[in-house]
């Protein structure tokens, strides 16, 4: 009989290693390798597998274009890529009371229109479940429910229902009982995970898993778990806001880039169609070190606050901090600031912060973080009606940006009457009519247009 394998995962990158070491040698983080025995599975229940057959010409593989189908929430739909795939694996993950399962039972009237849903948790009872439904107005005739956390009884409802849709919350709580080691290990993460997986592939389920997020805010389990799904979806939010943003981590049937927009309230989530008015919401009306900042998640144009704040500090090294803009980017845009605009931020101790939970990490918000800075330093309120969109370069140079045109008509939209744009740009702008632009080829000239 063979013995049973052990080796090591780490859960940052998901590297293989036969014995346990303190750093791992692929990406280098410490104390990350977690045990995983590989075990042999004995004679008798067969496991969920593809189903047999030869290799076929790339010509030969038929393909249905009606695979992909809607979830019923837009929001969801535009981060899935146009929809759900038929056949799929999903795992969407976030942190506790976010909303992840409401989300889930609240597609189910969707869903269920025409197909066979299929909600196993292992986490609640069916009468916990049963008082969501109501609450969030849920009452589809096509939706069974199933608490249950052991594997191969999951895998007899599947075989004896045989739903069109899996909901799975949540991963961690799963178990399949040929395994040894408690609910919620790497080993049974990734055990269980692969059955989900084998079963969407052989069987076209389409299969949606919660799964839980640690203290470094990544999905508790092996990071190869990411690896086996075809799309991660992140549900972040503020426990203190109502708002909730959906982005993609991995998708492979649609853009990562795309991010969906949802409000919790009494009746579940409700999407928020235009989430810039919600990110610009109380926006404090002629006060300094503020800027509006115009970015493109995805094929969206979102405009978000900017606020900086420029105080004399009293220790040997001044303080730095950025908070939903990227820390060593903020240090760059504080040393061209220095250089190039005139400004002493050396003695002065800086916060960056964008408001509303939204992550920036495209060059087009630079220069309305240096603005909001300069305004700050200045303490002279930028206009209220005025948006700025530009790369700002280490020569503090203006760099243009994608997508000018559409970011300018969401800015004339939203009742903005002037944007700092860059002067050069390489394709051909479409200005509003009730927009007032403002070409500058520095920092220099952007300061003296708005300060």
């Known amino acids: 009989m063979a013995k049973n394998k052990v080796v090591y995962f780490c859960t940052e990158c998901g590297a293989e290693s036969l014995k346990w070491q303190g750093k791992c040698p692929a990406c280098g983080a410490w104390n990350t390798m977690t045990e995983?025995?590989?075990?042999?599975?004995?004679?008798?229940?067969?496991?969920?597998?593809?189903?047999?057959?030869?290799?076929?010409?790339?010509?030969?593989?038929s393909f249905e274009g009606k695979s992909r189908?809607?979830?019923?929430?837009?929001?969801?739909?535009?981060?899935?890529?146009?929809?759900?795939?038929?056949?799929?694996?999903?795992?969407?993950?976030?942190?506790?009371?976010?909303?992840?399962?409401?989300?889930l039972l609240q597609i189910c009237n969707a869903l269920?229109?025409?197909?066979?849903?299929?909600?196993?948790?292992?986490?609640?009872?069916?009468?916990?479940?049963?008082?969501?439904?109501?609450?969030?107005?849920?009452?589809?005739?096509?939706?069974?429910?199933?608490?249950?956390?052991?594997?191969?009884?999951?895998?007899?409802?599947?075989?004896?229902?045989?739903?069109?849709?899996?909901?799975?919350?949540?991963?961690?709580?799963?178990?399949?009982?040929?395994?040894?080691?408690?609910?919620?290990?790497?080993?049974?993460?990734?055990?269980?995970?692969?059955?989900?997986?084998?079963?969407s592939k052989s069987q076209g389920i389409t299969v949606l898993v919660v799964g839980h997020i640690n203290k470094d805010g990544a999905i508790a389990g092996p990071k190869v778990l990411e690896h086996m799904v075809d799309a991660v979806l992140y549900f972040e939010g503020d426990a203190n806001t109502s708002y909730r943003i959906l982005r993609a981590a991995k998708n492979r049937f649609g853009s990562t880039n795309e991010i969906g927009v949802f409000e919790m309230g009494e009746q579940g989530l409700n999407e928020v169609p235009n989430p810039s008015q919600m990110l610009l919401d109380g926006k404090p009306v002629g006060a300094s070190g503020t800027c509006v900042a115009c970015v493109m998640e995805g094929s969206r144009p979102v405009l978000a606050e900017v606020q900086a704040l420029v105080a004399k500090t009293f220790a040997n090294v001044p303080r730095r901090t950025a908070d939903g803009f990227n820390f060593n980017r903020a240090n760059l845009l504080l040393a061209v600031a220095e250089k190039k605009a005139g400004m002493k931020l050396s003695a002065m101790d800086a916060y960056i912060n964008v408001i509303g939970g939204l992550q920036i990490d495209e060059p087009g918000a630079d220069l309305p973080v240096v603005l909001a800075i300069a305004s700050s330093y200045m303490d002279k309120p930028l206009p209220d009606h005025m948006a700025a969109i530009g790369e700002v370069g280490l020569t503090g140079e203006i760099r243009s940006v994608s997508h000018l045109s559409q970011r300018?008509?969401?800015?004339?939209?939203?009742?903005?009457?002037?944007?700092?744009?860059?002067?050069?740009?390489?394709?051909?702008?479409?200005?509003?009519?009730?927009?007032?632009?403002?070409?500058?080829k520095n920092l220099k000239e952007a300061i003296e247009v708005c300060l």
């Open 112 to 199: 269920c229109a025409g197909r066979k849903v299929l909600y196993v948790s292992g986490e609640e009872s069916e009468q916990q479940i049963k008082m969501r439904a109501q609450r969030i107005g849920v009452c589809a005739e096509d939706l069974y429910l199933l608490a249950e956390t052991r594997l191969s009884d999951i895998m007899d409802a599947v075989e004896e229902l045989k739903p069109d849709i899996l909901i799975v919350d949540s991963i961690q709580t799963l178990y399949n009982e040929n395994n040894d080691a408690i609910p919620g290990s790497v080993s049974q993460v990734k055990d269980c995970t692969m059955s989900m997986m084998q079963l």
């Open 408 to 440: 300018l008509t969401e800015v004339a939209r939203l009742g903005f009457s002037s944007c700092i744009i860059p002067k050069i740009t390489s394709e051909k702008l479409v200005i509003p009519d009730n927009l007032q632009v403002f070409a500058v």
């Open 69 to 103: 189908f809607s979830t019923g929430m837009g929001e969801l739909d535009r981060v899935l890529g146009g929809g759900a795939v038929a056949g799929s694996l999903v795992l969407i993950g976030g942190a506790p009371g976010i909303g992840k399962s409401t989300l």
């Open 36 to 61: 995983h025995i590989e075990k042999q599975i004995p004679v008798g229940r067969p496991t969920v597998s593809f189903m047999p057959g030869s290799a076929k010409q790339l010509s030969q593989v």
